[in-house]
T-cell receptor
Framework: DAKTTQPNSMESNEEEPVHLPCNHS???????IHWYRQLPSQGPEYVIH???SNVNNRMASLAIAEDRKSSTLILHRATLRDAAVYYC????????????FGAGTTVTVRA | DTAVSQTPKYLVTQMGNDKSIKCEQN?????MYWYKQDSKKFLKIMFS???????INETVPNRFSPKSPDKAHLNLHINSLELGDSAVYFC?????????????FGPGTRLTVL
């Protein structure tokens, strides 16, 4: 599996945007970029995914670099409920079914 | 309604015992998974079943035996429990089409082996 690199932790103030970077310099053309998050004492939950174009949904936005070697998850207005570990994961089109989680980024939101 | 449910939520047992964790999904998904999250919080895939057939076994000791009686259930049976088995176990499911799958995770079962 292609590897991803994320900062260990980030802090944000409530109602401010949070930009979570992910480096994936060995990404292949058939790899989708997925983001999941895990709130304290809960199972992971899907956030967003993309291939080449930027993506928006109700939870977040995903900005993908033109060379696809990095991406940024954007939480537009952080709330206390967004405090979680965020995982950036690459999944190959037509590949196996597993998600390979790294260490993720622990996001702390200050009130 | 809970999409992916697991029982029990907590399980405390002695070394050497045999225990089972049950998982059920009501999403109509074809694929189910078991993940293990250790004390360092790393999540690792253990097994994946598609339409009741095993498709991934990530070099898990054969003391761990998943069983899928039907598409909606994937149970995990563990024989001869060891201290190192203490972890949180997550079940997940997805409507797998090989690329864009959103996996739905259960709330986890915290297993403590004494």
């Amino acid at each position: 599996d292609a590897k991803t690199t994320q900062p260990n932790s980030m802090e944000s103030n409530e109602e401010e945007p949070v930009h979570l970077p992910c480096n994936h310099s060995t990404i292949s053309g058939t790899d989708y970029i997925h983001w999941y998050r895990q709130l304290p004492s809960q199972g992971p939950e899907y956030v967003i995914h993309g291939l080449t174009s930027n993506v928006n949904n109700r939870m977040a936005s995903l900005a993908i670099a033109e060379d696809r070697k990095s991406s940024t998850l954007i939480l537009h207005r952080a709330t206390l409920r967004d405090a979680a570990v965020y995982y950036c994961i690459l999944r190959e089109v037509g590949g196996d079914y597993k998600l390979s989680f790294g260490a993720g980024t622990t996001v702390t939101v200050r009130a | 309604d809970t999409a992916v449910s697991q029982t029990p939520k907590y399980l405390v047992t002695q070394m050497g015992n045999d225990k089972s964790i049950k998982c059920e999904q009501n999403l109509g998904h074809d694929t189910m998974y078991w993940y293990k999250q250790d004390s360092k919080k790393f999540l690792k895939i253990m097994f994946s079943y598609n339409n009741k057939e095993l498709i991934i076994n990530e070099t898990v000791p054969n003391r761990f035996s998943p069983k899928s009686p039907d598409k909606a259930h994937l149970n995990l049976h563990i024989n001869s429990l060891e201290l190192g088995d203490s972890a949180v176990y997550f079940c997940a499911s997805s409507q797998e089409i090989g690329w864009i799958n959103e996996q739905f995770f259960g709330p986890g079962t915290r297993l403590t082996v004494l």
